[in-house]
């Protein structure tokens, strides 16, 4: 058990519509990653938070938005949904924005667009 | 820009075979490169890390050599088990731990 919890565990919904994915980060870890895996994509870097702020935006649609809270939970908002959509969306956790502090990966919430 | 190249799978071994997955990288400077494994249904944890050229990282009986000359980082073991069947991720820092994955290797241990 990585510590970090994502919920729902599977969303499924249709095209046009808006989610939101919820994580709750290992107990005092301050960053929050945020990753997309698709078939065809493989495993894509999302959005990276630290104890609230913004730090980093990878492959993120403009469709998609992300926010960290006081208590350090986040959220990832998909709206406008498209088939393409449909993946598994990870949240990951760390202890500090700084490089080599280990990731932990929740286990997922699998999203399908019909 | 940073990339991660990854041997294709599926790969399918018997037990007590060697492994080996290829891995190679593209990256500005020296990162951090990592080897994560995924569980069916499971997140992705940390296999092993080096930081550095000549660096070997290693956990679990698995190994791998950071080798600046041939921008490399591939993973071996020398006598896999069921219990090891999983896919496979190498994963480069491209800074501020924003990891970089290549596309996963699916490996099959058969008794």
Redesign the interface.
């Known amino acids: 058990d ?1 510590g ?1 919890t994502q919920t729902p565990k599977h969303l499924i919904t249709a095209t046009g519509q808006r989610v939101t994915l919820r994580c709750s980060p290992r107990s005092g870890d301050l ?1 929050v ?1 945020w990753y997309q895996q698709s078939l065809d994509q ?4 999302l959005i ?1 938070y630290y104890n609230g702020e913004e ?2 935006k ?1 492959n993120i649609l403009e469709r998609f938005s992300a926010q960290q809270f006081p208590d350090l939970h986040s959220e990832l908002n998909l709206s406008s949904l498209e088939l393409g959509d449909s993946a598994l969306y ?1 949240c ?1 956790s ?1 202890a500090t ?7 932990h ?4 919430t699998r999203l399908t667009v019909t | 820009g940073n990339s991660v190249t990854q041997m294709e799978g599926p790969v399918t071994l018997s037990e007590e075979a060697f492994l080996t997955i290829n891995c190679t990288y593209t990256a500005t400077g020296y990162p ?1 490169l990592f080897w ?1 494994v995924q569980y069916p ?6 296999l092993l ?1 080096a ?1 550095k050229a000549d660096d070997k990282g290693s956990n679990k009986g698995f190994e791998a050599t950071y080798r600046k000359e041939t921008t490399s980082f591939h993973l071996e073991k020398g006598s896999v088990q069921v219990s090891d069947s999983a896919v496979y ?1 190498c994963a480069l ?1 491209g ?10 290797t699916r490996l099959t241990v058969i008794p």
């Open positions: 990585s970090v960053s990653y493989g495993l894509q870097f990276h730090r980093a990878g990870f990951a760390s924005q700084g490089d080599n502090s280990p990731l990966f929740g286990n997922g | 951090s994560y249904g499971e997140g992705l944890q940390l890390k930081t991720f820092n800074g501020a731990n924003n990891l970089f994955f290549g596309t996963g």
